[in-house]
């Protein structure tokens, strides 16, 4: 399938999946906007300068969701170690306290 996207005052024609052709046109309105919004410079500094900000925009996401992957897996193992230590009857009051240190972190 062949869809055509407008960047620029210029059509592209793109090929694609029958399934992704509003998802590149979608994109390709939303790069339009951000490349209109980079003001009276030159098509391909405007084009440069939208590329730059999604670029930054991208690796910040990424570098979000790696911490919250960490997170997760953090409090993933302190709630197996509670498991266990339930499991066992154990209850040491240095865990309650740690437990409830993280609690009130997150609240």
Do not use: H, W, Y
């Not at 590149?24 to 939303?30: G, W």
């Not at 440069?48 to 930054?56: G, S, T």
């Amino acid at each position: 399938m062949t869809v055509t996207v407008r960047i620029l005052a210029e059509d592209f024609r793109l090929q694609c999946s029958a399934g992704d052709q509003r998802r590149i046109e979608d994109l390709a309105k939303a790069l339009e906007a951000r490349v209109a919004a980079e003001g009276e410079a030159t098509d391909l500094r405007k084009l440069i300068l939208a590329a730059l900000a999604l670029m930054d925009e991208a690796q910040t996401t990424g570098a979000a969701l790696v911490r919250a992957r960490g997170e997760i897996e953090r409090l993933n193992d302190m709630i197996a170690e509670g498991n266990i230590d339930a499991a066992e009857g154990v209850s040491l009051p240095q865990d309650q306290s740690r437990v409830r240190a993280q609690r009130a972190g997150l609240a």
